[in-house]
């Protein structure tokens, strides 16, 4: 037939009413009027068990969603003896319905044909969750006819009933015939059985797929991240190198050769400015390999476990951070003798960005303590400040990536306590903050005690 009919419009397309409505409407199941059934429809109750039995095991065995839904419609189909099945589903939107699968249309419509939700047979099912039956599609006002959805079929009856899960409108199953027929309340009842059954699989299958795109969205968002990250890093090395090459040149001085300087607080000034040039670069390279260290979802290389005596290690590092820390009080709090099981490196890096962050959030002239305790063979390692603290909301957002707690008196980069604490997870530690008891913030690196004397 040059004419299509079908319950769907395409981008465009226009209804085209032939006559007043003719229409059988049925609602909670029940058709008006006598309806016999043609003996072509004659009902096999246990063909119709077998074919819900079907469904319910390819929700489970389908290879894809488009192999389940194409299985369902043609068994839809042959259990209504009709000419066409087709399967809507209400977008997220709520505003139309997309053909999602059919067994007599034409499948380049499939993800085309677009039902506004309330208008046509299937927009009205959906949108009033009442089933609808008409014996005659001509003679019905509400029926849309697009023309060239599909030119080798013209459908003369239709049965339409909604897809329901937990009081939610999925979608619409529709049957069609090219011959007339008046739908019974027992085919009613037999294609609303399905569309019970189908709805919970559907949805389900649906939040499935999509949350498997949202995670395949993430991984890409974070590889092109990663990627990122690691380019910007990787040509701030250059630069950083080339700095510190002339801050190199610029500070020399010409030799005294056993000669007292004419200008000795000149000298010492520029040695002091050469020495704090000096530092802001290794902060800056620092920063670096903090960036590259928090796009890895893990380490390059496991973690290489020592037995390290915590005093020892950590009083080198105070000494080697001195110009870091010059403008604080760093004490160590009364510790006893205590060895770890923990990388060497990783170790100092965490201590490194627990250190920083104090120093940035903690204002000048106040204490900042580490010490450790052993607690049922972990040893605990504390390091606190005299800060303004971090609000309780706070304690697990700020390290997250990027996360930043900004206050009066420093900006966070929201980096190092979150590389802090995957290099703690690296080594089998743990990393979290509390209060401290001088009302600022105390940050707890956990590891496996080696030793306790």
Partial sequence: MATTAEDASTPGGTPDPEGPAAAIPVAAGLLHG???????????????????????????????????????????????HASVSSLYLLDRDGEYLTLAATNGLDRHHI????????????????????????????ADDRFLWVRGLDQRRFVASMLSVPLTWRDQVVGALNVQTEVPRNFTGEDVEQLSAIADLLAGIVEKGRLQREAEAQVVQLQALDHARSELIALVTHEL???????????????????????????????ATRAAWHAGTLEQVERLDRLVDAILESVRVVPDQPADLQTLDLHA?????????????HRHGTALGATRPLSVLADPARLRQVLEHLLENAVKYAP?????????????GV??????????????????????????HETSTAR??????????????????????????SGGAMFVLALPAAAAL
Wanted: proline share 9%; net charge neutral.
């Fill in 34 to 80: 006598p309806v016999p059934v043609p003996p072509a429809a004659h009902r096999d109750p246990v063909a119709e068990l077998r074919f819900l039995h079907q469904i319910l095991r390819l929700a489970t065995t389908a290879r894809t969603w488009e192999e389940l839904l194409e299985t369902v419609v043609d068994g839809t189909r042959d259990a209504l």
């Fill in 313 to 325: 290690a950590v009083g080198e590092m105070l000494g080697d951070l001195a110009p870091l820390l």
């Fill in 379 to 404: 040893a605990r390692i504390g390091v606190s400040d005299e800060g303004p603290g971090i609000p309780p909301e706070w304690r697990e957002k700020i390290f997250e990536p990027y996360a930043r």
């Fill in 111 to 138: 993800g085309r044909a677009r039902v506004r939700l309330g208008e046509g047979i299937t927009g009205r099912v959906a949108a009033s969750r009442d089933p609808i039956a008409i014996a005659d599609v001509r």
């Fill in 364 to 376: 000048p002239d106040t204490r900042i303590v580490i010490d450790w305790s052993l607690v049922e």
């Fill in 412 to 437: 966070g980069s929201g980096i190092g306590l979150y590389a802090a604490r995957r290099l703690a997870e690296s080594m089998g530690g743990r990393l979290w903050c509390e209060p401290a008891m």
């Fill in 237 to 267: 090395r250059t630069p950083l190198a080339v700095v510190r090459a002339y801050t190199d040149l610029l500070s020399e001085e010409p030799p005294l050769d056993g000669r007292i300087s004419r200008d000795p607080r000149r000298r």
